[in-house]
Antibody, heavy 121, light 110 residues
């Protein structure tokens, strides 16, 4: 089966750090641009980052630049998101997602189950 | 960049058709044919229902269709069914090489 299995997440104190992981199976991971998307409780979807198949191109929205770092290991078929200096407003479910479009234009066709990150003292 | 504009909520009766709009700018929706739509049920991950403005992934019902005019994209669901009750989000590629989501629309099937 084509799937993304996430790990990491949990309760973190403000100012702390966290690394989320996303393990791919059932498809050639190294062929696809991968993304992170988050959803705060009761709120909408917010795109967090993208990383191209070879890691050559990495993008973030302006609001995420500086504290968020996306990376991947194609040999391990895994995607990662490092978040530093966590703030209460970073509390959200974080999803990894595959961009399945012919051009990586935001067609997220495979999603992980989500990892809840709670930032609280 | 601000989220694209979607109506907060819509409702329809079983069998009816509804259309959800997604209004952006020439820097996103209007600039590319890379608009996607997602359905999300409570507590679940989003599901892709339309990509590249009007294409349907394999396995998605033909009751879902997409279109675009200028800076506004639309998702139409025909023959509404109870299981269509969910939140719907659009997204678009942007001139900044980023992805932008709409604010989301809650669809109620009466």
């Amino acid at each position: 089966d084509v799937q993304l299995v996430q790990s990491g997440g949990g309760l973190v104190k403000p100012g702390g750090s966290l690394r989320l992981s996303c393990a791919a199976s059932g498809f050639t991971f190294s062929d696809y641009t991968m993304n992170w998307v988050r959803q705060a409780p009761g709120k909408g979807l917010e795109w967090v980052s993208s990383i191209s198949s070879s890691s050559r191109y990495i993008e973030y929205p302006d609001s995420m630049k500086g504290r968020f770092t996306v990376s991947r290991d194609n040999a391990k078929k895994s995607l990662y998101l490092q978040i530093n200096s966590l703030r209460t407003e970073d509390t959200a479910v974080y999803y990894c997602a595959r961009d399945g479009g012919a051009v990586a234009g935001g067609a997220f066709d495979i999603w992980g189950h989500g990892s809840l990150v709670t930032v609280s003292s | 960049q601000s989220a694209m504009t979607q109506p907060a909520s819509l409702s329809g009766s079983p069998g009816q058709s509804i259309t959800i709009s997604c209004t952006g700018t020439s820097n996103d929706v209007g600039g590319f044919n890379y608009v996607s739509w997602y359905q999300q049920h409570p507590g679940k991950a989003p599901k892709l229902v339309i990509f590249d403005v009007s294409d349907r992934p394999s396995g998605v019902s033909s009751r879902f269709s997409g279109s675009k005019s200028g800076n506004t994209a639309s998702l139409t669901i025909s023959g509404l069914q109870a299981e269509d009750e969910a939140d719907y989000y659009c997204n678009s590629y942007t001139t900044s090489n980023t992805v932008l989501f709409g604010g989301g629309t809650h669809l109620t099937v009466l």
